[in-house]
């Protein structure tokens, strides 16, 4: 089984089987904005076995009339609340959300494919499509 994604209208494909190497670096990084949807955050609230309340004031934080996921500060870097160390990966994979899902196929690195392969290891070029 390929571990090579392609998704129409990109010039790149990615390869998922790099993601053991790169020490999450989509999950850390700049400060950002991980939206997410109602159904995302029941799907999420449900997994950890939370009560969506509780789940929405421990990891969610408002921004203008969305929710995002909130980030940790780790040295000089932030990070998602979710992104465990410890496994290089994501605490509610099976729940996360369609931001996370979609990466690294967002319409922003349609044209700054160089600045997506600074962060990830596992973009291939057209070249080698």
């Avoid at 998922?16 to 609230?45: D, H, M, Q």
């Avoid at 969610?60 to 465990?84: Q, R, T």
Wanted: hydrophobic fraction near 30%.
């Amino acid at each position: 089984m390929s571990s090579v994604m392609k998704e129409d209208g990109f010039n790149y494909a990615f390869d998922s089987s790099a993601c053991s190497t790169c020490g999450g670096r989509c999950c850390t990084g700049e400060s950002g904005y991980i939206y997410v949807t109602k159904n995302e955050i029941e799907n999420i609230s449900e997994l950890l076995e939370l009560d969506i309340r509780d789940f929405v004031n421990k990891y969610l934080f408002k921004k203008g009339y969305k929710y995002s996921i909130k980030e940790i500060k780790y040295n000089d870097s932030h990070e998602c609340i979710f992104y465990d160390r410890e496994i290089n990966g994501c605490k509610v994979y099976a729940a996360r959300p369609s931001q996370c899902i979609t990466f690294p196929f967002w319409d922003y690195y349609k044209q700054r494919v160089d600045e997506l392969r600074e962060e990830c290891p596992g973009i291939i070029g057209n070249e080698n499509v």
